[in-house]
């Protein structure tokens, strides 16, 4: 089978049938083009193409059908197949890259009270950082990390923080006890290295939020369309891996959230990317973007792809560090279609 042309996610059809999740139809010479949205519950996996003479309600829904159960083939094949990798790049990857995305859950999960999506880049050339979500037992656990350096211990340091995380997870730590299990971790196996990162659980049927912050920039809360200005700010604890500076348990902190919070959790790659003018991308700028996707409606993967793509050009496509943003939606209320307990990550074919 041959790769088709290379089709741009802004500017085309089949761009605006990803963004939006929705289908779209046109019509040529040999009748019509139907662009239908791959996609696994919440997550884009690309589009379907079809063309056919006509389209009534019926041959929509066969069409549906049949880029559901592409999706589903994908979806069993991409772990299993390196065509998969090798038709979803765009270039090559470095060794420290592909080990750490090795580690890296779906970008996107979500069921029908909340949604959490995450994005990183360089895509093809990262350092430390590295982020974690998963639901278990109607709790959202999630983690945002930046390891220390941009080399392949960085990596390191990153996957074992990730493997940390969800060994002390799985086993049924609290909070506290997660963090100590990623500390002492990173302090056993890579004594000369740390990692600052933020770890929150949220209780999907309650808005209940805790979390622990170490060392990291403190998470972004959006509420109303606006910012609520330090919300999430409280002393930090120091960073994972050094254990030797205090003997004080990690602090925990709590937060009630409400129907429609957004929570934003980010590196400190993304506010201080520099652009031409060595002018910081910046907190505001960066709180303002998703602020006003938020009021026109966007969905948080899209969110996230358009944010990323103005972060890169803010910094003339070249980042100086590792940049990645978690956006966290609690909707209780939501009715989200084909909420499922797993769910696939994003891939760019159209990037």
Not at 127 to 155: K, P, R, T
Not at 165 to 172: K, L
Not at 211 to 240: F, K, M, Q, Y
Not at 320 to 342: F, G, K, L, V
């Amino acid at each position: 089978m041959t790769a088709g042309p290379a089709l741009p996610v802004e500017g085309t059809l089949a761009g605006w049938a990803y963004r939006t999740g929705s289908l779209r139809v046109t019509e040529d010479r040999a009748g019509l083009v139907a662009w239908f949205p791959l996609v696994d519950g919440a997550d884009r996996l690309g589009v379907l193409c079809l063309r056919t003479p006509t389209l009534d309600r019926e041959a929509v829904r066969r069409c549906q059908l049949l880029a559901g159960l592409l999706a589903l083939v994908i979806t069993a094949r991409r772990d299993t197949s390196d065509n998969y990798a090798s038709r979803t790049r765009a270039d090559t990857m470095s060794l420290p890259a592909e080990m750490l995305r090795a580690f890296l859950p779906p970008r996107t999960v979500c069921s029908d009270q909340a949604i959490s999506s995450a994005v990183l880049e360089p895509a093809y050339d990262l350092g430390g950082d590295a982020f974690e979500h998963a639901l278990v037992g109607g709790v959202l656990h999630a983690a945002v990390l930046d390891a220390m350096g941009h080399d392949l211990a960085s990596g390191l340091t990153a996957a074992l923080a990730l493997a940390a995380c969800r060994n002390a997870r799985r086993n049924g730590a609290d909070l506290p006890g997660l963090v100590t299990t990623i500390d002492e971790a990173l302090h056993r196996w890579f004594p000369d290295r740390f990692a600052t990162g933020v770890f929150l659980r949220l209780d999907l049927a309650s808005g209940s939020l805790r979390w622990s912050n170490c060392g990291h920039p403190p998470p972004l809360l959006i509420r109303d369309r606006e910012v609520v200005t330090d919300a999430l700010l409280r002393p930090a604890d120091p960073p994972l891996g050094l254990t030797g500076l205090t003997q004080a348990p990690r602090a925990v902190h709590t937060l009630q959230l409400r129907p429609g919070d957004r929570l934003l959790m980010y590196t400190d790659g993304v506010i201080e990317a520099k652009g031409a003018n060595h002018e910081f991308f910046g907190l505001d700028r960066f709180a303002d973007f998703v602020i006003r996707a938020t009021a026109a409606g966007e969905r948080a993967p899209e969110t996230l792809r358009r944010l990323i793509h103005a972060l890169l050009d803010h910094q003339d496509a070249t980042l100086s560090d590792d940049a990645t943003i978690m956006m966290i939606e609690w909707q209780p209320t939501a009715t989200r279609p084909s909420a499922r307990s797993r769910y696939v990550g994003d891939v760019d074919p159209l990037d």
